[in-house]
């Protein structure tokens, strides 16, 4: 394959060209260009620009919309619920993140939760960029079903992302994983590299043990990590996204629309230096 | 062994008499009862009044504050921080569960954190406290160092135990982890029972793996839930306890005035009728 060498800042404007000619307006289209950028620039080599293509097909056929028009639908005081009007999920997840920052500059904690949304990319990019601003923010989300379990004949739990950044004067730390072992991106770089995959990652159709990761893209059959433990986790995370949020849960992946919008995401930011003090947190 | 048969509500009195003749008042007692008598009738077999012997030594010796004035340090808004003065993990982690809930009450969410307090016994006895009150409440908490890495010689990071509860109208789900793959308490009931443990559980002296628990016993390598991520969690719980609330991290497992008090708990209620209105949260 040959290598095309891409300078970072002609990244950013091409992808926010892009997004624009698929729909999507300018501000639109910069705050959803800064998070593939983010994403891309970690180098992990899945969970990044090459997403777009599936995100272009969903904007131009209908299924997501390019101008949502994200509604404040409830809450109280550091808490508070939106509708994503089934707009992009980098678009919807990085309006919670900034809600919750105000919030925490007001109340100290915020919560932030949005129903409505469609797939949000990775974590790390909007927790990454709240912890730039000064804030230590979690971020999580639902996602269609994902995650099976020993004995289930099919995927009955989103792998529900979860992550958060933190650093200090000479260190960083950004941490952002789903709760099977592995996500569908990670599984597909396995099979794109030819790799094979430790037998408790997933089963084949049969319900079987196996180191195919090809197997387990046709099965859907993903297992949760540390089994009970990740499952788990997996409902806390549905349960403080979807649940909370009003939107769909479990294996809810279509609305009766045929739409797509299946997704919730929810932003914690907390004011470390209200907390502490300047400068204590570290 | 012979069996004896407790009646719950003695076994609650009995708890609390025996706290008040270890040194708490009659109030204390009373809540540590509680939790204890929570802890024991879900009939796990560890981490319930098995753990209280323990508890004694360290009222008797004076490594433990039967008596603390918790104190409110920091905060604003929707957020408090506390100083548990030592005292027992349970009553400081009673006192931050109210507080999250009274925090939610006005704000919607609530996060109330306490350091220099001690061992919590586990995190079901406050969620399922808090969520008979109406709350989504997650209470997590840093513990001493008990968890490992492979290639590492020692233990590093609490195993940090994390819960929450939750119940509709015919069904409830408590989950209680650490994120280990098996807490000290589980690995002892292992010993106890004669069983072997899957060798990817923990490492023996010479950082092989094992499937002898006392192996893991002596060495107290500890495997993290699913390797990078299982760690990366307990870091988030090592975040949102003891780093936020300033109290000891990682491996600091003793104050310097040689007491304990080497535990940070942290609880955050949802206040879940504000959000979506009564009945809509099941």
Redesign the interface.
């Given at each position: 394959m040959e290598k095309i060498k891409v300078y970072a800042d002609q990244l950013k404007k091409n992808l926010t060209d892009a997004l624009c000619s698929h729909g999507l307006d300018k501000e639109g289209a910069a705050v959803v260009a800064g998070v593939y950028y983010r994403a891309t620039l970690r180098g992990v080599g899945h969970h990044e620009i090459d997403s777009l293509p599936d995100r272009y097909i969903y904007l131009d056929n209908g299924q997501t919309n390019p101008r949502p028009d994200i509604k404040k639908i409830?809450?109280?005081?550091?808490?508070e619920?939106y509708d994503g009007d089934n707009g992009m999920g980098e678009l919807c997840t990085m309006h919670v993140t900034e809600k919750s920052m105000d919030l925490a500059k007001?109340?100290?904690?915020g919560?932030a939760?949005i129903r409505n949304s469609n797939h949000f990319l990775a974590a790390a990019p909007y927790t990454e960029y709240a912890e730039e601003k000064g804030f230590?923010t979690?971020v999580m989300s639902k996602s269609p079903a994902g995650l099976s379990l020993p004995g289930a004949d099919k995927d009955l739990m989103g792998n529900n992302p979860f992550g958060?950044s933190?650093s200090a004067d000479d260190s960083s730390?950004l941490?952002d994983?789903c709760?099977a072992?592995s996500s569908y991106g990670k599984m597909g770089k396995y099979i794109k590299e030819g790799k094979s995959i430790p037998e408790y990652w997933g089963r084949d159709k049969e319900g079987k043990p196996t180191t195919n990761p090809q197997d387990v893209m046709d099965s859907q059959l993903f297992m949760p990590?540390?089994e009970h433990?990740?499952f788990?986790?997996a409902?806390?995370v549905e349960?403080m996204s979807s649940?909370?949020a009003?939107g769909n849960i479990l294996n809810q992946d279509e609305n009766e629309t045929g739409l797509r919008g299946n997704y919730s995401q929810t932003a914690i930011s907390?004011?470390?230096e209200?907390?502490?003090?300047p400068g204590?947190?570290s």
């Amino acid at each position: 394959m040959e290598k095309i060498k891409v300078y970072a800042d002609q990244l950013k404007k091409n992808l926010t060209d892009a997004l624009c000619s698929h729909g999507l307006d300018k501000e639109g289209a910069a705050v959803v260009a800064g998070v593939y950028y983010r994403a891309t620039l970690r180098g992990v080599g899945h969970h990044e620009i090459d997403s777009l293509p599936d995100r272009y097909i969903y904007l131009d056929n209908g299924q997501t919309n390019p101008r949502p028009d994200i509604k404040k639908i409830g809450g109280m005081g550091a808490m508070e619920l939106y509708d994503g009007d089934n707009g992009m999920g980098e678009l919807c997840t990085m309006h919670v993140t900034e809600k919750s920052m105000d919030l925490a500059k007001e109340h100290g904690i915020g919560f932030a939760t949005i129903r409505n949304s469609n797939h949000f990319l990775a974590a790390a990019p909007y927790t990454e960029y709240a912890e730039e601003k000064g804030f230590f923010t979690t971020v999580m989300s639902k996602s269609p079903a994902g995650l099976s379990l020993p004995g289930a004949d099919k995927d009955l739990m989103g792998n529900n992302p979860f992550g958060y950044s933190a650093s200090a004067d000479d260190s960083s730390l950004l941490f952002d994983i789903c709760f099977a072992y592995s996500s569908y991106g990670k599984m597909g770089k396995y099979i794109k590299e030819g790799k094979s995959i430790p037998e408790y990652w997933g089963r084949d159709k049969e319900g079987k043990p196996t180191t195919n990761p090809q197997d387990v893209m046709d099965s859907q059959l993903f297992m949760p990590m540390a089994e009970h433990k990740g499952f788990g986790l997996a409902i806390w995370v549905e349960m403080m996204s979807s649940v909370l949020a009003g939107g769909n849960i479990l294996n809810q992946d279509e609305n009766e629309t045929g739409l797509r919008g299946n997704y919730s995401q929810t932003a914690i930011s907390i004011n470390v230096e209200k907390l502490l003090g300047p400068g204590e947190f570290s």
